[in-house]
Nanobody, 129 residues
């Protein structure tokens, strides 16, 4: 499994960005896909995640109502998006996409980074005040 994140950049507070994560190498029907972020000197923080095959999404408390995670598999290309609106300076971090191949029952999706086995290289998001 290979994950390629893109879409980061510099934006003013209140602005928007959309991150993309192109996933390749395996079928993702049972995967959970997540976004995490890490600011300098801080631990990796859960942002959002979804189950690829179901309409289940979860969000971290700090981004709920501002960020939206979605996925698309048009033309056989598996892509996970993170639409980020109303950005704040505290959203500044390197954002990582991740994939967890384990199947979970019900609506459970892991929020911690440890279950996610595959990681993209990260994309920098900087929000200026």
């Amino acid at each position: 499994v290979q994950l390629q994140a893109s879409g980061g950049g510099l934006v003013q507070a209140g602005g928007s960005l959309r991150l993309s994560c192109a996933a390749s190498g395996r079928t993702f029907s049972s995967y959970a896909m997540g976004w995490f972020r890490q600011a300098p000197g801080k631990e990796r923080e859960f942002v959002a995640a979804l189950k690829w095959s179901e309409s289940i999404t979860i969000y971290g408390d700090s981004v709920k109502g501002r960020f939206t995670i979605s996925r698309d598999n048009a033309n056989g290309e598996n892509t996970v998006y993170l639409q980020m609106n109303s950005l704040k300076p505290e959203d500044t971090a390197v954002y990582y996409c991740a994939a967890d191949r384990h199947s979970y029952t019900g609506s459970y999706i892991p929020r911690g980074p440890r279950p996610y086995e595959y990681w993209g290289q990260g994309t920098q998001v900087t929000v200026s005040s």
